[in-house]
């Protein structure tokens, strides 16, 4: 069973809070399937090879407060690469990654 930490566990992407306080846990694995809040989807070829893209081009990997000092903010939590980092402000070289990661939440 697919799990969210492990050696075969490619990134771990968290997103919670906002005025609804929402959480949601996306896993990706290096065989191309998703841990989606506990399901389990299916990523294409082309969709990890895309993922995998964006995902290269990150290099912020430590955490900050700076924008948690904003009523019902969202944190984001990135865990790549031996890294975990958490943010209240989504860092610009994040943003492709995660946006391929949340297109992940819809289905």
């Not at 990134?11 to 191309?32: M, N, P």
């Not at 290099?59 to 969202?74: I, K, L, M, N, R």
């Amino acid at each position: 069973m697919l799990a969210h930490i492990g050696p075969d566990v490619l990134v771990t992407y968290e997103r919670s809070g906002g005025f609804a306080g929402i959480h949601q846990k996306v896993t990706v694995d290096r065989s191309g399937t998703a841990l989606v809040n506990d399901e389990k989807v299916a990523v294409g070829a082309e969709e990890m090879r895309g993922l995998e893209d964006a995902l290269s081009r990150v290099v912020t990997t430590g955490s900050s407060s700076a924008g948690c000092q904003v009523a019902d903010h969202f944190t984001y939590t990135l865990t790549y690469r031996g890294h975990r980092a958490t943010r209240c402000w989504l860092p610009s070289d994040w943003r492709d990654a995660v946006e391929r990661l949340e297109a992940l939440t819809g289905r």
